[in-house]
């Protein structure tokens, strides 16, 4: 059974820093696509980051980038995602997904249960 | 960036009605259009991949078609348990768009 396993959030100020981690179990970790998506409360789906199975490519939405920095140790099945200079509008739901690819894009399959990221002085 | 438009953003149906979502893209992406499903307090879960490819244990009562800019998500008999929030992903490319979401209710 396909499981992934978030962990990390929690409260912090604007301007902190947050660690996210999600574990997967039940799929060859090193063969898929990984994503980070989020949703703030009463709000939408919104696409975060994702990155190609060997970290080869890496990939943000706009309103992250150089702050955010996505990573992945297949060694542990794990997924992270490094929030920097964090701000009250990344308080969100955030979601760990595996890209599943076809032929040219990858869905997402399979999602966890998401952790609370709330940012707030 | 190419944005993603959902209509209606929201609607209330009866059970046994026919309900149709519309997404379109601000340029075309071929056929690499998903759709989810969010049911209140849930995680999502992937309905239909590749415009029109039922995902694995998704009733048959869900169908997609469309490609390039134009998509919908058809509920071909809205049951109770179809109430959710919908959501298209475009994911041809990065940034991997949702579309705004469209809150399916029973009348």
């Known amino acids: 059974e396909v499981q992934l396993v978030e962990s990390g959030g929690g409260l912090v100020k604007p301007g902190g820093s947050l660690r996210l981690s999600c574990v997967a179990s039940g799929f060859t970790f090193s063969s898929y696509w990984m994503n980070w998506a989020r949703q703030a409360p009463g709000k939408g789906l919104e696409w975060v980051a994702n990155?190609?199975?060997?970290?080869?490519?890496?990939y943000y939405v706009d309103s992250v980038k150089g702050r955010f920095a996505i990573s992945r140790d297949n060694a542990k099945n794990s997924l992270y995602l490094q929030m920097n200079s964090l701000r009250v509008d990344d308080t969100a739901v955030y979601y760990c997904?595996?890209?599943?690819?076809?032929?040219?894009?990858?869905?997402?399959?399979?999602w966890g249960q998401g952790t609370l990221v709330t940012v707030s002085s | 960036d190419i944005q993603m438009t959902q209509s209606p953003s929201s609607l209330s149906a009866s059970v046994g009605d026919r309900v149709t979502i519309t997404c379109r893209a601000s340029?075309?992406?071929?056929?690499?259009l998903a759709w989810y499903q969010q049911k209140p307090g849930k995680v999502p879960k992937l309905l239909i991949y590749?415009?029109?490819t039922l995902q694995s244990g998704v009733p048959s009562r869900f169908s997609g078609s469309g490609s390039g800019t134009d998509f919908t998500l058809t509920i071909s008999s809205l049951q109770s348990e179809d109430v959710a929030a919908y959501y298209c992903?475009?994911?041809?490319?990065?940034?991997?768009?949702f579309g705004g979401g469209t809150k399916v209710e029973i009348k």
């Open positions: 990155i190609k199975q060997d970290e080869s490519d890496k």
């Open positions: 992903q475009k994911y041809n490319s990065a940034p991997l768009t």
């Open positions: 590749a415009a029109s």
């Open positions: 997904a595996r890209g599943y690819y076809d032929s040219g894009g990858t869905h997402f399959d399979y």
């Open positions: 340029q075309g992406i071929s056929n690499y």
